[in-house]
């Protein structure tokens, strides 16, 4: 699993992945989502996601933006 085990991917409907970063620690990850949304909230269908990375190595997406859980 590593240590960067929280990730942030930002999509949107012309590209699967546009970017995304990894972090071992959740209040970075917290911090890049909120600073993702302001950054790129402007890019049309743009998806912001957080997820953690399970000891199994399968992702869990914790919440999303523009989806109201942000």
């Known amino acids: ?3 960067r085990r929280y990730r ?3 999509t949107t409907t012309a ?6 970063g ?4 959740l ?6 989502f909120r600073s993702w949304i302001g ?3 402007a890019i049309p269908s743009a998806r912001i996601a957080p997820a953690e990375q ?12 523009p ?3 942000a």
Not at 15 to 20: H, R
Not at 22 to 25: A, F, G, Q, V
Not at 54 to 65: F, I, Q, V, Y
């Open 22 to 25: 990894r972090w071992s620690s």
């Open 1 to 3: 699993m590593g240590d």
């Open 54 to 65: 399970a000891a199994d190595a399968t992702w869990t997406e914790l919440k999303a933006w």
């Open 27 to 32: 209040a970075t990850e917290e911090r890049k």
């Open 39 to 41: 950054s790129y909230s």
């Open 67 to 69: 989806d109201g859980r």
């Open 15 to 20: 590209e699967p992945t546009v970017m995304d």
């Open 8 to 10: 942030l991917t930002l």
